[in-house]
């Protein structure tokens, strides 16, 4: 079961979910059909922009493969809290300088371990995100 987050051009965001076994083996960065996971969605395009795991742990695309692997990574992806140690500072969040630690990530591959895939939207299809998104919340509401 994917939780799917679809973010369109004005920065709105719907969620489905769905078991669309055609996005296993995609990467982040593909390119890939509305008609892939939902057939209400013709005619749109769809790029992937990020992924987490069962775990919470977020798709890296310079990580090959669908696996967990342990990373030493500076202050950017997976690393955005300050350490116990820079404590709180008064002009905000400040980046510590040569701070590196080791992280746990999972492969730009999408596998079963999968659970939420974040799409943006390319080409729009005939049908507006709304009215496809609202007809369901609408039905889960009666």
């Not at 709105?12 to 960065?29: F, W």
């Not at 701070?99 to 659970?115: A, P």
Request: proline share 1%; glycine share 10%.
């Amino acid at each position: 079961m994917f939780k799917i987050n679809v973010s369109d051009k004005t920065g709105k965001t719907y969620k489905v979910e769905t078991e669309a076994i055609s996005l296993v083996g995609k990467k982040l960065h593909d390119k890939i059909k509305g008609e892939d996971f939902s057939p209400d969605l013709e005619g749109y395009e769809l790029e992937i922009t990020g992924a987490s795991d069962k775990s919470g742990f977020t798709s890296m695309k310079e990580v090959e493969g669908s696996g967990v692997k342990r990373l030493l990574l500076s202050y950017e992806k997976g690393m955005k809290k300050n350490t116990r140690k820079e404590g709180k500072k008064k002009l905000g969040r400040i980046k510590p300088s040569g701070l590196r630690l080791r992280k746990t990530v999972r492969g730009n591959t999408i596998s079963e371990d999968t659970r939420q895939i974040n799409l943006k939207v390319l080409k729009d299809g005939s049908k507006k995100l709304e009215e496809i998104f609202g007809k369901k919340e609408e039905e889960k509401k009666e």
